[in-house]
């Protein structure tokens, strides 16, 4: 399933102060504080915009900050950081158009909002390097699935842990009622949250659109 394109260009990251930050004047630094109010790492977080759910990674590689579109074929989004401190991170990319404003409300975590095109989405990003590595690999090994049976055609998602001959595999059906391959309900796609599980266990799934629904 071809996800729409993303647009982004600014990053407004406002900071809550660290309770542990060494005090005016002192000449003693918290190594461990310090590092905590850095950007560095990866940051990882799924950006709803209502279609479709877009996992994305914050790449921070200190002065070199790119975003990458996991759902579109990791595409990388290089940054340009215009602010940086313990307050405020803002930045652009020059070839696309949106902005994303976040409040530190944990060392490693920041909550925010994408905006596009005049419309916000929420976006909350983690900061976990394990959990944005296996995000990226993955997706990678997600594709488009086509089912035929005479004149039916079932579109689907087949995950695979990775490049090994063989694995087992489990084929995940909907319920009663017309559901895509997600099996999204309220929102959350519970399909998709259980095929990244047992992608993680070496176990390979397809999950298909019922007839009628997304592809």
């Not at 944005?132 to 079932?154: C, H, K, Q, Y």
């Amino acid at each position: 399933m071809r996800l729409p394109a993303l647009f982004l260009s600014v990053f407004a990251l406002s900071l809550a102060a660290c309770s542990d930050a060494p005090t005016a004047g002192s000449d003693v630094v918290d190594t461990e504080t310090e590092a905590e109010l850095t950007y560095e790492g990866d940051w990882s977080g799924v950006l709803d915009v209502g279609s479709a759910q877009l996992h994305l990674v914050l790449e921070v590689r200190g002065e070199n900050v790119v975003l990458i579109s996991v759902d579109q074929s990791g595409a990388r989004l290089p940054v340009d950081v215009s602010q940086r401190d313990e307050a405020r991170f803002a930045g652009s990319i020059a070839t696309v158009g949106a902005s994303m404003e976040f409040e530190r409300t944990h060392p490693d975590t920041l909550s925010g909002t994408f905006s596009q095109g005049g419309a916000n989405f929420p976006l909350t990003l983690d900061r976990d390097s394990l959990r944005a590595e296996t995000m990226l690999n993955e997706e990678a090994m997600a594709d488009d699935f086509i089912v035929l049976s005479g004149d039916v055609r079932l579109a689907g998602t087949l995950s695979i842990p990775g490049d090994d001959d063989s694995y087992p595999a489990l084929l995940l059906l909907n319920g009663s009622g017309a559901q895509d391959r997600n099996s999204t309900v309220a929102g959350q796609p519970v399909f998709e949250v259980l095929a990244d599980a047992l992608t993680t266990r070496g176990i390979a799934t397809l999950r298909l659109d019922d007839r009628g629904v997304g592809g």
